[in-house]
């Protein structure tokens, strides 16, 4: 069984490895760079557009890997019109508007295909059906995940590498529950993603742009809503969340930190974790690799979180909120930069 999700992997990770370099030459070719500014870490003109060549490796593991179903194909479809979008980004630098406009269409796709979340489990048995808030419900969820990845996306190798653990969570969990589809598809991104590290950790010879983290937040999330499709179980919904904790409580406290200071919310800023821990005096590789293990422990806690019911699950919740709110505090993250 093993070799159902390895080959996936393997075959995505083979594909991204050998693929990078030639998008890396492409991305030049057509002006998809990343130059320099005051908010940002790099020195010199880079290539973006990096996520391409995860998103053709994901498509190729993927066709070969599963039956295409009309789920898979809405997801499939999905993701492509989220990485036109994130091609497009990279090349002219879209208005925000415009980008949301295009991650509303993407997030619709799943809709139309009826991949949505109808249902989600009462503690107290049964369902809670959402009726009439199933669709904004499904399209808020997705465009949330699609944008909580694009914003960590700010040291080499940041947002890959906490993607890649956050799908391999993923990938634990479903086949632990008996997932086979989500745990395939799953497989499929980490094994893109992992093929992609390799040229952009630090000192990275290319980004992976919107393209990228665009295509991977919207993946996780099209994943989390096919599977409680799927299995009625909200714990579809919550393991991606959890494993993703990081840069999901990033942009929520970048959110709180712009608002009360008077900012647009969309506005950039230099406050988020990544610069706080450069701030503090840790070089990129030091600031990635202690938010790589704060990622594999929210990993682990989805894991357990999975495993138990009730209460105890929802101590496990309330314990990462707190250490990641003392945690923020003593950093500062709340204040304006």
Same mark, same amino acid.
């Given at each position: ?26 991305a ?21 557009? %990096?996520?391409? #060549?995860?998103? =053709? ?7 070969a ?5 009309k789920?898979i ?26 980008k ?13 295909f ?10 107290? %048995? ?25 914003? =960590? ?5 940041? $947002?890959?590498?906490?993607? $890649?653990? $956050? ?19 799953? #497989?499929?991104?980490?094994g ?11 000192? !990275? ?6 393209? %990228?983290?665009?295509?991977?937040? +919207? ?15 909200t ?6 969340? =959890?494993?993703?904790?990081?840069? =999901?409580?990033?942009?929520?406290f970048? /959110? ?19 610069h706080?821990?450069? $701030?503090?005096?840790?070089n990129?590789?030091? !600031?990635?690799l ?16 999975a495993?138990?019911?009730?209460? +105890? ?5 309330? !314990?990462? /909120? ?16």
């Amino acid at each position: 069984m093993l070799s159902a999700y390895g080959f996936p992997f393997l075959l995505a990770a083979l594909v991204s490895y050998i693929l990078t370099p030639y998008i890396k030459k492409i991305a030049f070719r057509i002006g998809a760079i990343d130059r320099p500014d005051n908010r940002k870490v790099h020195k010199k003109i880079m290539p973006r557009l %990096g996520g391409l #060549a995860i998103y =053709i490796a994901f498509m190729f593991a993927a066709v070969a890997s599963l039956e295409l179903t009309k789920d898979i194909v809405g997801i499939l479809v999905g993701s492509t019109v989220i990485v036109i979008v994130g091609v497009l980004d990279d090349k002219y630098q879209l208005p925000a508007k415009v980008k949301l406009l295009g991650q509303i269409f993407a997030a619709c796709v799943l809709v139309l295909f009826d991949i949505r979340i109808e249902w989600v489990n009462n503690p107290l %048995g049964g369902y809670f059906y959402l009726d009439y808030l199933s669709i904004p419900l499904t399209i808020f969820w997705v465009i949330s995940f699609t944008n909580v990845v694009n914003l =960590i996306d700010g040291l080499d190798g940041l $947002a890959a590498g906490v993607s $890649a653990i $956050a799908s391999l969570t993923v990938i634990l969990v479903a086949v632990q529950m008996g997932y086979y589809h989500i745990a395939v598809m799953t #497989a499929a991104l980490a094994g893109g993603i992992i093929g992609f590290i390799r040229y952009n950790f630090n000192p !990275a010879t290319i980004f992976m742009g919107d393209t %990228g983290s665009m295509f991977i937040g +919207y993946m996780l999330a099209a994943i989390s809503v096919y599977g409680a499709v799927k299995t009625a179980a909200t714990v579809a919904l919550i393991v991606p969340a =959890i494993a993703l904790g990081l840069p =999901i409580m990033d942009t929520a406290f970048a /959110i709180m930190r712009r608002y009360s200071n008077g900012r647009p919310i969309f506005q950039p800023d230099k406050g988020h974790l990544h610069h706080r821990l450069l $701030a503090m005096g840790m070089n990129q590789k030091q !600031a990635v690799l202690l938010m790589y293990g704060i990622t594999a422990v929210l990993g682990i806690a989805a894991v357990l979180w999975a495993e138990v019911d009730g209460f +105890y699950a929802a101590l496990i919740i309330a !314990a990462i /909120i707190t250490a990641v709110a003392v945690g923020a505090k003593k950093i500062g993250i709340l204040n304006d930069r």
